[in-house]
């Protein structure tokens, strides 16, 4: 994969709705993979406005959204028995290991998934 793509999570996405400036810095101009779990994760949060729903799916449709296929199915499996983290975590980092990107993120307990380049941010 090209260095310019990155996979991003849930975390990232809101701050940038959020208004978060370093976020939009960071990610822009690259190519970003969003897991579908970070997805439904946005589009299913409670009170979002029919604006910030559009707003969002104009977003994600310009991001790769990635589905659970075999293999990140498998990888979720293992990194579930080995660290203990939330199912969602687990597969969104599983997502970035298997397309070897590194995975932009605000949660610091993606740090615990060894096999992971997680980036995180603190802002």
Same mark, same amino acid.
Not at 19 to 25: C, P
Not at 75 to 102: F, H, N
């Given at each position: 994969?090209?260095?310019?793509?990155?996979?991003?999570?849930?975390?990232?996405?809101?701050?940038?709705?959020?208004?978060?400036?370093?976020?939009?810095?960071?990610?822009?101009?690259?190519?970003?993979? +969003?897991? $579908?779990?970070?997805? #439904?994760?946005? /589009?299913?949060?409670?009170?979002? &406005?029919? %604006?910030?729903?559009? =707003?969002?799916?104009?977003?994600?449709?310009?991001?790769?959204? +990635?589905? $659970?296929?075999?293999? #990140?199915?498998? /990888?979720?499996?293992?990194?579930? &028995?080995? %660290?203990?983290?939330? =199912?969602?975590?687990?597969?969104?980092?599983?997502?970035?290991?298997?397309?070897?990107?590194?995975?932009?993120?605000?949660?610091?307990?993606?740090?615990?998934?060894?096999?992971?380049?997680?980036?995180?941010?603190?802002?």
């Amino acid at each position: 994969m090209s260095g310019d793509s990155i996979v991003i999570d849930t975390s990232l996405i809101i701050n940038l709705f959020n208004g978060v400036d370093e976020v939009h810095q960071l990610i822009d101009g690259r190519n970003l993979f +969003v897991s $579908i779990i970070s997805e #439904i994760e946005v /589009l299913s949060f409670p009170g979002l &406005s029919i %604006t910030d729903n559009d =707003l969002l799916r104009d977003f994600l449709s310009k991001c790769h959204i +990635v589905d $659970i296929e075999p293999a #990140i199915k498998e /990888l979720t499996i293992k990194l579930r &028995s080995q %660290t203990k983290i939330k =199912l969602p975590d687990a597969v969104i980092a599983a997502t970035a290991i298997y397309y070897d990107l590194p995975l932009f993120t605000m949660d610091k307990g993606f740090k615990r998934v060894a096999d992971l380049q997680a980036v995180i941010l603190a802002v």
